[in-house]
Each structure stands twice: as structure tokens, then as C-alpha cells.
């Protein structure tokens, strides 16, 4: 990850979770990322199934 300009590109395929607002209502909704997605990072987040690390 290029931490001056926050872009990326995934060497790897990732399954992650987006937030999705509809009215007032925030969902997550799954969304699958190929290995070559390059993109930019606004925020990012995560939380460990199973452990307090967040």
C-alpha cells in the first residue's frame, strides 16, 4: 500500500464488507475485490471474528 497517497493494489482477492446507507439506515453488504483492484483508501476498519482486536 502506498501510505503517502493511500492507494492500493491487491495482490490477493478480498471479500469485505461495505456500508451501505439507504435512508437512515446503515447495512453492510458483501463485496468481493479481484486480485489487480487498485483503489484509493478513504477509511478502514476491521474486526477479528472471535477476539477484541478491532
Same mark, same amino acid.
Given at each position: 500500500?502506498d501510505t503517502?497517497n493511500q ?6 482477492s478480498?471479500?469485505a464488507y461495505?456500508w451501505?446507507?439507504k435512508?437512515? /439506515?446503515?447495512?453492510?453488504?458483501? $463485496? ?5 483492484t $487498485?483503489?484509493? /483508501?478513504y477509511?478502514l ?10
Amino acid at each position: 500500500m502506498d501510505t503517502e497517497n493511500q492507494q492500493f493494489e491487491l495482490i490477493k482477492s478480498l471479500e469485505a464488507y461495505q456500508w451501505l446507507q439507504k435512508d437512515e /439506515v446503515l447495512n453492510s453488504a458483501p $463485496v468481493f475485490l479481484p486480485a489487480g483492484t $487498485v483503489g484509493k /483508501v478513504y477509511e478502514l476498519s476491521w474486526d477479528f471474528e472471535g477476539t477484541d482486536d478491532k
